[in-house]
């Protein structure tokens, strides 16, 4: 017997004051979820955020606690994404990514202030607030176990809960089902370029902006503050150098001394300042161990969500470059290095993506499906090799891209490995670069005159006596 | 059926890629080079030679390939050339087993060269000159013109006889055999060997026209 009614957001689909969230996952509500909202997630393991929402934190192996009793489900060890419209709960699990749930910041009617006590240096950190859901108080409590940074998010919480972003947003745009990120300046929507009311949209663009315009704000005014007084100056510079010599000495010593890999503990905060780091823009002198950050990781998991279309596009194998030009194209701002592409490909076989990175032996790089085969691609050269024009005059590389329905580069790469497998025989002429079936196999070496009844070289002497 | 002469052309010699040397080790490196910088491939001179021990990197089809096709090259040379009894080939010059019209290929360069070369590792050929211009192609190798020498020594009964060189090769009693026309540099040669032997002994005259041998078979 159910008690609740359908989160309210989702219950009248007639509703234009309430924003529309863009239903991407497979799985239905989650069934040991009664209160909360659910969130849509991408088969990546990305959240679907709303119009003009904005990613702001990460924390990982994060629990959400009730003292609401029994019914309350269990949210255990999950990635917690502080947004400007939500808490985002996603399992760490990736087969339970339809249990994702979202708290909306606007139902949040209280935070209770954190008390610094005895008990709390031992306990992992932790934030409670009271939600009101479907006319019901809740209080929830946010336990972060992992080694998030919780300095930063707890302000970044407050600040968000109080900007109340949902509601200059609400009042606006033709929500088409468009999503924006702060990490992705992705903007697909139809709407064209003007609102309503005449004026100029720029989705994704805008919050970015705002962000940046907030920042200036506040480093504007600490500025001010410091330089009233001379002395507060002097001693917040002290401070900050010595900040910045320890933060050198550590990561630096980690990247030295291989014993500290052993130690949890050194390699927790030192993910944390690589994180710290990463997110106002300096280049980490690890390399190494960036492979653990969380940066990496949601940046693997959106590059293969983005990877889809342009793949299917392309006909199932794409250079890594055009890739890399796409993505960054779609991004807009915030733009990844070449280091940072590849770095997210090497990624995807930890989670299990549905598209690989692949290398050929001319030292091309393609990302293509998992499912691709190249025994496939094979059998489908050699039928249009063996066709009585190809036969007589080769195939070129675009040739066998339009047959292929791929890129000629790519095709290229394919008919170069088949001549490496022994398949093809390549021409080379004042005519260009050709390919032929490989016909050498079949040659008799006693007898050059020799042409069997059956095979691949009878039929081309047949082919060419013609 | 195509033929050179009278000499009968096999049907690969129509082949596109027989006169296209199969890619070696370095040809995948330039590949990968040209890749890096964006050139052309056309523009690329894809035939060179490998040094054998490099052979392994390159993939065991395309050994296999190439290993075959310059198999084919070899006895094709050979058996072009004791059928129109052609001694030395140059290099420089238009040679008509390198290249078909008909399907408007010919080998390059380097391929001509890699091929003779090969042809010389075997003991079936040898360069002439230091620059690697001028062949001298062994389809019969001298141990060989040795054996024809002596045999045709025993038929014409000269066994304790004396000859020219010139008349070994041009003579009457040579007429009908390998050994009329055959060049002096390969004749020289094995009359040396068979010197060595103890089966002759060589003897200059007043002139090269004078050049004679003295058998003792």
Partial sequence: MTYYDPPFHLRNKRSSRKKRVVQRTEGSMASSNNFFPSASVTSSGRPVFLPNEIECQLLSAVDLESDDGPSFPSLKSGLLILTTHRLIWIPSNSSAHSNAIAIP???????????????????????????????????????????????????????????????????????????????????????????????????GLAGILRKEQEMWESTDKSLQEAFQDLNALMSKAKEMVMLAEKMRQKLLSGSNSETNAGNNEEMGSKEEMQDWLLSVGIISPVTKESAGALYHQQLSRQLADFVRTPLERAGGMINLIDIYCLFNRARGTELISPEDLLQACTLWEKFDAPVMLRKFDSGVMVIQNKSHSDEEVFTRIKTLVTKPDALQAGITASDAAMTLGIAPAMAKEHLLTAESRGILCRDISPDGFRFYINLFPEIDSDDMHMVKDHGIYSLWVRVVSA | MQKLGDFKLPQFFNYPPYFTYSPALSAVVAHALAHYFNVLHSEMNWVEDIPPQLNLLVSRPVRDTREKQVQLWKDFILDYCKTQHIFVIELEEEFPLFSNPVIERSLSHEARKAFLSALVTEGRAEWLDKGHRKCLILWHRIQDWADIILRFVKDNGLEDGVMTIEEIRSGIESRGTELHGIDRTILMRALKLLEHKGKLAIFKGTSTDDEGVKFSV
């Fill in chain 1, 105 to 203: 910041l606007s139902l949040i009617t209280h935070i209770f202030s954190s008390k610094k006590s005895i008990k709390s240096i031992f306990h992992s950190p932790r934030i409670r607030f009271q939600v009101s859901l479907n006319s019901k108080s809740l209080v929830v409590t946010v336990v972060a176990r992992g080694k998030g940074d919780w300095d930063g998010f707890l302000p970044k919480f407050w600040e968000n809960w109080r900007g109340r972003a949902w509601e200059t947003s609400a009042g606006g745009s033709t929500a088409d089902g468009s999503v924006t990120t702060s990490i992705s300046g992705t903007s697909s929507n139809s709407g064209g370029f003007y609102l309503n009311d005449g004026s100029v949209r720029m989705v």
